[in-house]
């Protein structure tokens, strides 16, 4: 059974950091790529970012360039996103997710999830 568990969100003030950690256990990861989701209240859920696993190719959604960086450990089974100069408005809860690449990128409907992470940017 696949495992995603996220961790490193909290209350940052806005200009500051944080740094995801989504760890994956249950199978084997190769042919798969981990995405980043968010959600806001009254939102819909957005793509943020995305790795593919066994290359290292990532995609961001316009709005999180230059400010996001999602990267992967193999050795870890685990992927991160790096999140700086963080906004009030990138409150939200975020999300991890695998499946094949494209599903990952370019819908938000990937098979396996993990619970959710609460960041929260005060103004």
């Known amino acids: 059974q696949v495992q995603l568990v996220e961790s490193g969100g909290g209350l940052v003030q806005a200009g500051g950091s944080l740094r995801l950690s989504c760890a994956a256990s249950?199978?084997?990861?190769?042919?798969?790529?981990m995405g980043w989701f968010r959600q806001a209240p009254g939102k819909e859920r957005e793509l943020v970012a995305a790795?593919?696993?066994?290359?290292?190719?990532?995609y961001y959604a316009d709005s999180m360039k230059g400010r996001f960086t999602i990267s992967r450990d193999n050795a870890k089974n685990t992927v991160y996103l790096q999140m700086n100069s963080l906004k009030p408005e990138d409150t939200a809860v975020y999300y991890c997710a695998a499946d094949l690449y494209n599903i990952v990128i370019l819908t938000t409907a990937p098979r396996y999830w993990g619970q959710g992470t609460q960041v929260t940017v005060s103004s």
């Open positions: 249950g199978r084997t990861f190769n042919s798969y790529a």
């Open positions: 790795i593919n696993w066994s290359d290292g190719r990532t």
